[in-house]
């Protein structure tokens, strides 16, 4: 008797421990454009799939609240009208019947009015972003994908979102164009048009778009390995067929890595065909290709750029016959050379041009820009607390090669399009540093500002700006601001600064010198900015002139 209880109660167990972790299913025919999904940021991930008609879309890790809901975020389902959309979940949490149907999201009222949310640079409706991805333009569009996690403010579930502009300004965010498969999910990679029909897929007059991306494949956290992947678009990247014949890079594990990702591709004329660089191992390797589906290893770099590689060519001074190549890497290291189609020469030492650590990462530039310019964005690293999204992206800004004393350097620059934004306008010139001059700026209220100022040293120890807590400090003695070595040309510093809530970037001597930074301090609502200067004991007066200074207040991009 007693031994029959106990196996009772064993089997009680075992089903009450099956019950709690069966699969849990949730269906909804699709009537409206969205399903809001609420999260709590404290629970362990669950993986959830997603079926549409009972064929499987996708999957993801997502912390679907149970008894506090953080925020919410949403699946846009918009395409799929008419049909059963089902989540299957390895969990079965409370929050999966407060799952609802709404051609809104939560919060939408306050959409991109969020206090903390930059209002000059693009962020994302909901969850985490991190590098810019498949960046090309076509016809009237600038289409900016980008890693996404759709479901939660930290990263996971890589994504290829979609943004397009057709001013780099007003950016519309569309539904993601590439999902995670059974090849893993969706890392870094490029875009471009086939107006040659080399890959096959163009439909009539219409060439496609096509992507190369890296397949990320884990299992219980473990990498397993990345391979390269094409897909391609005939509806302006609104949405991506992925091609049966992947993945036409396989893991490699070449240089005793399972890393080979970030595949950047360009057409390249002169010889006819496709260039592709990526990361493998420790190294970059270049390929060419002539169909988009075969690709040929030509030669590799050696270490010090690490991910997310660029190629392109400049021309040094504006001069269209003087030109050189670049390659430069994730955190904006680069050289200067010379390019054959196969094999990148470098010409000079390793050089930077972002120079605050990992504030800025992964800017890649826009494939046939329609002006010839070299214009990238860059992955801008930015918290927000209590925002239910995270991370943001550069200003687009204009790359060019310039010669300065030490040699030709790459140089970088908001583009001109940021006139657009332009609204009062304050200009002064030949104030020196003092109460006269920061009282004239008090009036100055909006933390959304275009800021170009000409400082010229005189006997100060230091001079510089205060930005609503933010300090631009720079030091005559070690010729430092804020710790990089910037020399001043004819005794001047030249400073263009953007700022935005909660985001500044700098861009000094012309462009030679930039970081991103993302500042938490000063009141938004009580902003301030004013000039900052100090002395040795032997000077009781210190002087610095601001000789030039023109501050555009902003318009919100949103």
């Excluded at 209002?119 to 996404?148: A, C, I, K, S």
């Excluded at 010839?372 to 860059?378: D, T």
Aim: charged residues 25%; negative net charge.
């Amino acid at each position: 008797m007693i031994r029959s209880i106990k196996s009772l109660i064993i089997f009680l167990l075992m089903a009450c421990s099956f019950a709690l972790n069966a699969q849990t299913e949730r269906t909804f025919k699709i009537k409206l454009k969205y399903l809001n999904i609420p999260i709590q940021s404290s629970l362990e991930r669950q993986r959830v799939d997603f079926f549409v008609d009972a064929e499987k879309l996708t999957y993801n890790d997502i912390r679907v609240a149970e008894n506090n809901i953080d925020y919410w975020t949403f699946v846009d389902v918009s395409a799929h009208q008419g049909k059963e959309f089902k989540f299957v979940f390895s969990k079965n949490v409370d929050g999966i019947n407060k799952i609802f149907q709404a051609d809104t999201i939560v919060g939408e009222t306050n959409l991109y009015k969020e206090n903390l949310r930059p209002q000059v640079h693009y962020t994302t409706r909901r969850g985490w972003t991190n590098d810019p991805n498949g960046m090309v333009y076509y016809d009237g569009e600038y289409h900016l994908f980008y890693q996404h996690n759709p479901y939660e403010t930290d990263w996971g579930n890589m994504t290829w979102n979609h943004a397009v502009s057709t001013d780099l300004l007003d950016w519309e965010e569309l539904t993601p164009a590439l999902l995670p498969d059974g090849f893993g999910t969706m890392f870094s990679g490029s875009a471009v048009i086939d107006y040659h029909n080399t890959a096959g897929f163009n439909k009539g007059d219409s060439p496609a778009m096509l992507v190369m991306y890296t397949a990320d494949l884990r299992k219980n956290g473990e990498e397993l390995g990345q391979q390269q992947c094409i897909a391609y678009s005939l509806d302006k990247g609104r949405t991506f067929t992925k091609y049966e014949g992947n993945p036409v890079i396989p893991m490699l594990n070449r240089f005793g890595s399972k890393h080979a990702r970030d595949p950047k591709v360009f057409w390249y004329e002169p010889g006819n065909h496709w260039v592709m660089i990526m990361h493998e191992g420790i190294s970059l390797t270049i390929y060419n290709s002539k169909d988009f589906k075969k690709w040929e290893l030509t030669s590799t770099l050696n270490d010090g750029y690490w991910e997310c590689p660029e190629l392109f060519e400049l021309p040094i001074n504006g001069d269209e016959e003087n030109k050189k190549w670049v390659v430069y890497g994730v955190r904006g290291t680069y050289q200067i050379g010379t390019f054959d189609g196969k094999v990148f020469t470098p010409e000079t030492e390793m050089l930077r041009y972002n120079h605050i650590g990992w504030s800025m990462t992964a800017a890649q530039s826009f494939n046939d820009e329609p002006q010839g310019r070299r214009v990238s964005i860059g992955w801008g690293h930015a918290h927000f607390p209590g925002m239910p999204f995270t991370e943001t992206f550069t200003f687009p800004m204009e790359m060019s090669l310039k010669t300065t004393p030490n040699g030709v350097r790459l140089h970088v620059e908001p583009v001109g399009e940021i006139e657009a934004l332009h609204t009062k306008t304050h200009s002064l010139e030949n104030l020196f540093i003092g109460d006269e001059l920061n009282d004239k700026l008090k009036a100055i209220k909006s933390p959304m500002l275009h800021i170009n100022t000409t400082i010229e040293a005189d006997n100060s120890r230091f001079f510089g700006m205060n930005i609503n807590g933010y300090e631009l400090k720079y030091d005559i003695a070690t010729n430092t601001l804020n710790d990089v070595f910037i020399p001043l040309q004819n005794r001047c510093l030249e400073l263009e600064v953007i700022v935005d809530k909660t985001v500044i970037e700098v861009y000094a001597n012309g462009g030679r010198y930039y970081w991103f930074y993302n500042y938490t301090t000063g009141d938004l609502d009580d902003f301030n900015i004013r000039f900052i200067k100090g002395g040795d004991p032997l000077h009781k007066n210190p002087k610095t002139l601001v000789k030039k200074l023109e501050i555009h207040e902003l318009l919100s991009i949103w």
